[in-house]
């Protein structure tokens, strides 16, 4: 079992950087793949980014490539999303998740994650 419990969401200016944290208990990260989804009101749950060394993969969704960053601090058991640049971002709950199990070509669809962070809300102001 692993809990997952995101931090760092806000009020964030257009331009602006936020970082998103997300602290693992249970289990380590080590061994799971983990990723980053938003949802946005009225939308579909979204991949943004996904990370697992042992699978050999880090990507980010071309829609924030260049802007966002997804890492881990093995030592802290906690995953990041640095985002920079806010510049075309709409307000939406970001979300964590991790899977022991899942295979790379699955890592990008959200119903294929086990363990899910409760939502940390972004709200991106002019």
């Known amino acids: 079992q692993v809990q997952l419990v995101e931090s760092g969401g806000g009020l964030v200016q257009l331009g602006g950087s936020l970082r998103l944290s997300c602290a693992a208990s249970?289990?380590?990260?080590?061994?799971?793949?983990v990723a980053w989804f938003r949802q946005a009101p009225g939308k579909e749950r979204e991949c943004i980014a996904v990370?697992?060394?042992?699978?050999?993969?880090?990507r980010v969704a071309d829609s924030v490539k260049g802007r966002f960053t997804i890492s881990t601090d093995t030592a802290k058991n906690t995953m990041y999303l640095q985002k920079s640049n806010l510049a075309h971002e709409k307000t939406a709950i970001y979300y964590c998740?991790?899977?022991?199990?899942?295979?790379?070509?699955?890592?990008?669809?959200?119903?294929?994650?086990?363990?899910w962070g409760q939502g940390t809300k972004v709200i991106v102001s002019s």
């Open positions: 990370m697992s060394r042992r699978r050999g993969v880090t």
């Open positions: 998740a991790a899977d022991r199990g899942i295979v790379r070509s699955s890592m990008f669809v959200w119903k294929n994650y086990d363990y």
């Open positions: 249970g289990r380590t990260f080590s061994d799971y793949a």
